[in-house]
């Protein structure tokens, strides 16, 4: 009788490296167990049903405690960057929470992926705090393996969007000295490699390892070398010293989808060397034969991944901002006070998979449906007060997962065929969403159930025609005073944004309905 495979805890599985590492774990035979304070992001990843699910929250003893029973091999994916000014205080409590209760529910080892320290620098808050986590975990009596990674090269990255936009967008730019900062970047690929070779090193193993791929260079010689990979033009690059960090993330956050309060953090932790100084791994984890992946090939790899629309996960995954989803108004749980509802519903001339095609698509490259150069206006001025405004895209043009980015969206709610549910990410006197959803009420749905047709869509008696209520809602609570301004100044506007948005949604289900009709259908053969 085969002995049962070894149950590994992932957390941090809804972020940009633990969503990446489940499938590489089950692949290798292990059980796994998916941590996430919001376990419905998790549904509809291709693994979801191979694997356990635990809700918890690391600051959470009881929770975690529960979450890290029985588990042999737990990785500490979790961090706080980008979340504000007491971030490393969170991530050094988060930490000794995890190291004790791992300690405690008899973990055999803990796997953590951390940032590159040089010993001879003074390191940026975010390394700092980093090398902190990784100390407090060597520490806690459970063996564990800290990685000390520089800058990870794969398509979803923070640090690879931040240098593609970069690269791509400014032919020519004034940059401040950091691009000097000599870095040894690593492929997602190999850094995946090692975090599932880590789950099997000998028990009395307990110290950290520099990971880095095999070329060494500066961050401009990085961008060079990247627009040679995407066939661009070689860039006019001048460095400065006047551009300070806090500069250089503003400056960030208007070029690249990256947010300033994730940029800073970036930006600073750009200004210390990141090269490995040790290969020890090597000894407990063999290079591949053909050795470790080249830059110019991480770049290739995840230029492909971009370009096919393949990329599993991105650093919008997990929401950077720290805030747990607040309940929507309408639910058990909602607090009461005010709320504005602007609430739309008609009937469309097309089906419910058209409808819904149409809807799952909004966003990114299609756009809203409505007013685009408002929209951009709006994204900008977003953008220059911090938050996301429209850079962010989304992860797949036509799919959608609880957790992902939309624009200045986050995805709440995802039912197949029934209902998308937003929450906005943009900077607002208050909280926001938007509700797009397909069918109708229960009484209509009864009385069309009566009738034979489907709880989404009825018949036109007149035309004949096949119809489907489409059923817009955007509900706003607002905070304090500005709130209530802010709503009142911008509903003029609700008619040409909401109103227009609904009939355009409209169109495009038709009109994809129209097409599917008109391609022929194939013979089949004999």
């Given at each position: 009788m085969h002995a049962e495979a070894p149950l590994c805890l992932v957390t941090g599985s809804t972020g940009y490296i633990g969503g990446r590492l489940v499938p590489e774990l089950l692949t290798a035979g292990y059980r796994v167990r998916a941590m996430a304070r919001t376990p419905s992001k998790l549904r509809g990843r291709d693994w979801f049903g191979q694997v356990e699910v635990a809700e918890a929250d690391a600051q959470d003893a009881e929770a975690l405690r529960t979450a890290l029973t029985g588990v042999d091999i737990a990785y500490y994916l979790l961090h706080s960057i980008g979340t504000g000014k007491g971030f490393?205080?969170?991530?050094?409590?988060?930490?000794?929470?995890?190291?004790?209760?791992?300690?405690?529910?008899?973990?055999?080892?803990?796997?953590?992926?951390?940032?590159?320290?040089?010993?001879?620098?003074?390191?940026s808050k975010h390394l700092a705090s980093r090398a902190e986590v990784g100390r407090v975990l060597l520490e806690s009596g459970v063996p564990t393996v800290v990685l000390r990674a520089g800058v990870v090269i794969g398509s979803g990255s923070a640090s690879f969007e931040m240098l593609r936009y970069l690269t791509e967008r400014l032919p020519v730019m004034v940059t401040p000295r950091w691009v000097n900062t000599r870095i040894q970047p690593i492929a997602v690929r190999d850094v995946l490699r090692y975090l599932v070779a880590c789950a099997a090193l000998p028990h009395d193993v307990n110290r950290g390892f520099d990971i880095g791929g095999p070329n060494t260079m500066t961050y401009l010689e990085m961008m060079q070398r990247f627009a040679a990979v995407s066939g661009l033009r070689r860039r006019r690059i001048l460095p400065v010293p006047v551009l300070s960090p806090s500069l250089s993330s503003h400056w960030v956050n208007v070029v690249t989808p990256v947010p300033r309060a994730l940029a800073r953090p970036l930006v600073e932790s750009l200004k210390n060397t990141a090269v490995a100084e040790e290969h020890d791994i090597a000894a407990y984890v063999p290079d591949p034969p053909g050795g470790l992946i080249s830059y110019e090939r991480a770049v290739e790899l995840a230029l492909t991944k971009i370009q096919t629309l393949d990329v599993p996960t991105t650093w919008s995954s997990a929401s950077t901002r720290g805030a747990p989803s607040?309940?929507?108004?309408?639910?058990?749980?909602w607090a009461g006070g005010s709320l504005y509802v602007d609430e739309r519903e008609q009937e469309v001339g097309a089906s419910p998979a058209a409808l819904w095609a149409v809807i799952e698509g909004i966003g990114g490259k299609r756009g809203w449906y409505s007013f685009p150069l408002g929209w951009r206006v709006r994204g900008w001025l977003d953008r220059l007060t911090g938050g996301p405004g429209l850079a962010r895209g989304r992860r797949d043009p036509d799919r959608l997962l609880p957790g992902d980015t939309l624009d200045w969206w986050r995805v709440e709610a995802v039912e197949p065929l029934k209902l998308l549910r937003l929450r906005a990410e943009m900077r607002l006197p208050g909280l926001a969403w938007l509700e797009l959803s397909v069918g109708s009420d229960d009484v209509h749905q009864q009385d069309e159930l009566s009738s034979g047709a489907s709880e989404s869509a009825h018949f036109d008696g007149a035309s004949g025609q096949e119809t489907t209520r489409l059923r817009q809602r955007a509900l706003f609570h607002p905070r304090g005073i500005a709130g209530h301004v802010y709503w009142w100044g911008v509903w003029p506007f609700h008619g040409i944004v909401f109103g227009s948005m609904q009939r355009n949604i409209a169109k495009a289900a038709q009109s994809l309905d129209a097409s599917r009709e008109s391609q022929p259908t194939p013979r089949r053969p004999g």
């Open positions: 490393a205080a969170t991530e050094l409590h988060t930490a000794q929470n995890f190291a004790d209760e791992a300690k405690r529910a008899g973990v055999q080892r803990i796997v953590y992926l951390g940032g590159l320290d040089p010993q001879a620098e003074r390191l607040e309940p929507l108004p309408s639910d058990p749980d």
